[in-house]
């Protein structure tokens, strides 16, 4: 017999939950003293409930796993409300435990309380409540088996404090199975849609593999190398599948869209398939949907029905897990015993060379006093042999991370894409840092986001995570001013930081290590000395030419072909 | 075009708020609204008109179905089906009025309810376009309030939306 609390953390227990992130409060107080009287589940402290989302969403995103989050009722819950709509824009498992105000309390603007049942509702897979204490188990094995089936998402589970009681002890059973009458992902795609999908690629004459996070989350990297392989199709993945194929490998584009490869972009806008795998078609990939891709058919495999079809019509769609679907591909490929015609892809894969060529990830390099950003990437990627996790928060950072840092793994590249949340890098690394402590975690950053998560600083020191944080630092919010340069005439509203703080004190006053590197000559150096520090956390403080821009950027309401390379330079 | 969804769905606290959430989320419009318990009272049947292109119908399903709470949904404008409407409508009724309204009552087959010396409820079922109808009829001048049910529908013949 336990009590609900109890239970709650046996069933985290029995779930095999190692780390869980959170903060206390009144609601919440019942299984806080559980947690205390156990030695099995380990909670992490944060210094604000949101970064406790993103340490379990970092975690989350690096091994597939659901993050775990308790916190406590009201502002405690609401403070998650960012980071479970990071993850749930970006499809990531994980389970928020909210503590809630007494049942008999809800509904009477009692202290603490929100209904955190409606506020999170957009933003989550689902959400739970507890209305007694005996149903937790179920409740929380529906919690856990929604966040990571079908397409995973966050789900909330909130739990009212009469509902854990001390002194109320029921019957605790670990349900091994779930049974839900209007809840089935799917488990194979439609073999008939497989076949003809496989038909449509064999005659292709300018096929390309379009792969997003399904492929990353779904586990379907080897398959999707291997179908590559097999095919000798090209390969651009979407920012959330940066990984899931190597970027060394020759048939590797890299990434496509707005600040996408040059390559991958044409490539797309001029082929006559796309075979596209865990990806949706997003605002930032497709440009203009009535200008995309206009002599491709679309094959679309995803485990979200509602995916397929959403902005752009595909003309074969295929769901279920990317995984099974390319498997069962690959078998029909290799029994068939087919190829496209080795002419066309022969003259396809010419075209694609130069147009590889012709840009080749070039950028301004003019200026030597100055340390460009992208060189700054480059030099991060030669030290940590491109082996590192990397995290990173939102703008331009991001996107120079995304471009120069040669990403060979999948779950190594690690960001907010489909929400663009300001402040996940820090917290993100953290929860890898934590699980990983072995491996080089580093979080990309930049003066504007840092500060929006930088108290978690006193958390990295009390768990001791010596992650290593590199802030380009142009003293602006640079996608902002970027933007501001191209569209409002250079009137940089509000995009500059003044006052910036002392970032090597700080670093020193939480008790951590900092490096300032302010010239294009002790950029290898610097860095190095940084990574030397293996036992600490390390902010690595970079003075990058603020003038710098992202490019390739795709040109508004334009193709996907139609971008800027550079100032002056639009094709 | 107009379109009349139904669905079955756990007969829960909130879930009837996740398909109403949904609808503004993702800026789908809702024209009628009803829901009730079935026979097997862990279900309730919601049915919703909407306006949309095929598309937009087609995504407003899928987005429907994927909600967790939501068992089942068809698209019953997609095959022959029933649709009804209830109105309860309180009308002016004095003098020769009231002749002249009990002989439009009767035309659309309606029920006069609830009769005061100067009020008439009349009782009204039909599709909704027959309602809009008795509506133009009797004149709007003479109309001092509407209920309508909002439109319930079901397919003809062997089909059926159950689990």
């Not at chain 1, 156990?38 to 989302?53: C, D, M, P, W």
């Not at chain 2, 009803?34 to 407003?60: C, H, K, P, W, Y």
């Not at chain 2, 009990?102 to 009782?123: A, H, L, M, N």
């Amino acid at each position: 017999m336990l009590s609900g609390a109890d239970m709650i953390v046996r069933f985290l227990q029995d779930e095999g939950i190692e780390n869980i992130y959170g903060y206390p409060g009144g609601a919440a107080l019942h299984i806080y003293d559980a947690l205390f009287r156990q030695n099995k589940v380990k909670h992490i402290l944060v210094r604000h409930e949101q970064a406790a989302t993103h340490m379990a969403d970092g975690y989350a995103r690096a091994t597939g796993k659901p993050g775990v989050v308790l916190v406590t009722s009201g502002p405690g819950a609401t403070n998650t409300i960012t980071g479970i709509a990071t993850a749930y824009m970006d499809s990531i498992p994980m389970v928020v435990l909210c503590g809630q105000v007494a049942s008999t309390l809800i509904g009477e603007d009692a202290f603490q309380e929100t209904d955190m049942m409606g506020v999170s509702r957009p933003v989550v897979k689902h959400n739970l409540s507890v209305r007694h204490p005996r149903e937790i188990p179920e409740i929380l094995k529906k919690a856990f088996y929604l966040a990571q089936t079908g397409r995973p998402g966050p789900v909330v589970v909130d739990i009212p404090k009469d509902m854990t009681t001390p002194n109320e002890r029921y019957e605790y059973i670990f349900p091994k199975k779930v049974k839900m009458r209007s809840y089935t992902p799917p488990s194979r795609g439609h073999a008939g849609q497989i076949k003809k999908a496989v038909d449509m690629m064999m005659a292709a004459k300018r096929p390309v593999i379009y792969a997003g996070g399904g492929v990353v989350m779904g586990d379907a990297s080897p398959e999707l190398a291997e179908l590559a392989h097999l095919t000798n199709f090209p390969v651009t993945t979407t920012l959330m599948g940066i990984g899931c194929f190597p970027a060394s490998d020759r048939q590797s584009l890299g990434w496509l869209g707005m600040h996408g490869s040059y390559e991958s972009n044409m490539v797309m806008h001029h082929s006559d398939l796309i075979l596209a795998v865990g990806a949706r078609f997003d605002d930032r990939v497709t440009n203009a949907t009535d200008k995309f891709c206009p002599g491709a058919r679309i094959i679309h495999i995803d485990i979200d029905p509602a995916s397929i079809s959403k902005t752009i019509q595909a003309d074969v769609p295929i769901v279920g897990p990317a995984s099974s679907v390319l498997k069962d591909m690959i078998g029909i490929v290799k029994e068939a015993q087919e190829q496209p015609d080795p002419g066309a892809m022969k003259a396809w894969w010419k075209q694609i060379d130069e147009w590889r060529a012709y840009h080749g990830g070039r950028y301004r390099t003019d200026d030597s006093e100055l340390i460009k950003p992208q060189q700054a990437i480059e030099m991060l990627c030669k030290i940590t042999k491109g082996n590192a996790f990397v995290t990173s928060d939102v703008g331009q950072h991001q996107m120079f991370t995304a471009q120069y840092y040669k990403f060979e793994k999948p779950n190594h590249w690690i960001n907010s894409g489909g929400l663009g949340t300001m402040g996940f890098g820090l917290p993100a690394a953290m929860g890898v840092k934590l699980n990983f402590p072995d491996e080089e975690v580093v979080c990309v950053t930049g003066e504007g986001s840092i500060q929006m998560n930088i108290q978690e600083l006193s958390t990295c020191k009390q768990y001791d995570l010596p992650i290593k944080i590199i802030n380009l630092n142009n003293q602006s919010l640079g996608m902002v001013r970027q933007w501001q340069d191209m569209n409002y005439e250079a009137r940089h509203s509000q995009s500059y930081m003044q006052s910036l703080p002392d970032f090597m004190a700080l670093a020193r006053a939480y008790g951590h290590e900092g490096v300032t590197i302010r010239k294009p000559e002790e950029l290898e150096e610097g860095l190095k000395k940084a990574f030397a520090m293996k036992d600490k956390l390390v902010f690595v403080d970079i003075y990058v030419d603020p003038h710098e821009h992202v490019y390739p950027m795709q040109v508004a309401r334009g193709s996907m072909k139609d971008m800027w390379l550079s100032k002056t330079e639009r094709v | 075009m107009r379109r009349i969804i139904s669905m079955l769905l756990e007969n829960e606290p909130g879930a009837l708020s996740r398909v109403v959430g949904l609808f503004s989320q993702r800026n789908y419009n809702i024209e009628t609204l009803t829901v009730a318990a079935t026979e097997d009272n862990t279900l309730s049947r919601l049915t919703v008109t909407t306006i949309g292109s095929d598309r937009v119908i087609e995504q407003i399903t899928k987005q429907l179905n994927k909600l967790v709470e939501v068992v089942k949904v068809v698209d019953l404008t997609e095959g022959a089906h029933v649709e009804r409407e209830l109105m309860l409508i309180k009308l002016k009724a004095t003098g020769a009025q009231r002749a002249e309204i009990k002989r439009t009552v009767d035309i659309f087959r309606g029920q006069i309810v609830d009769v005061t010396s100067t009020v008439y409820t009349v009782q009204l079922t039909g599709e909704s376009d027959k309602l809009d109808a008795f509506i133009q009829a009797v004149g709007r001048s003479g109309v001092l309030e509407v209920v309508r049910s909002g439109v319930s529908g079901i397919a003809r013949g062997e089909k059926t939306l159950s689990l």
